[in-house]
């Protein structure tokens, strides 16, 4: 299973989005400090999480995610 994710920052107002087979390990590389981009942002938290059985279907809802479309879906679902 592949999944589309997004974490927040829980000191600072920053959302995170990205996509992995381990929520819960990807999560712990990202508190670890091990994505570079967003290390100055930890600790996080996830926040919103969907499945898929396609590598590419997550990576599409990923780039949605991105996307204006994406962040208010988002905004529906999760208290930005």
Do not use: W
Not at 41 to 57: A, G, H, R
């Amino acid at each position: 299973m592949f999944y589309t994710y997004v974490i927040k920052s829980i000191d600072h107002d920053y959302y995170y989005k990205g996509h992995c087979q381990d929520v819960a390990k990807r999560l712990e590389e990202h508190n670890k400090g091990l994505t570079k981009s967003i290390k100055p942002f930890i600790p996080f938290k996830l926040v919103y999480v969907e499945e898929f059985s396609e590598l590419s279907d997550a990576i599409k809802r990923e780039k949605y995610f991105k996307s204006a479309a994406g962040r208010r879906f988002l905004k529906t679902k999760i208290f930005f």
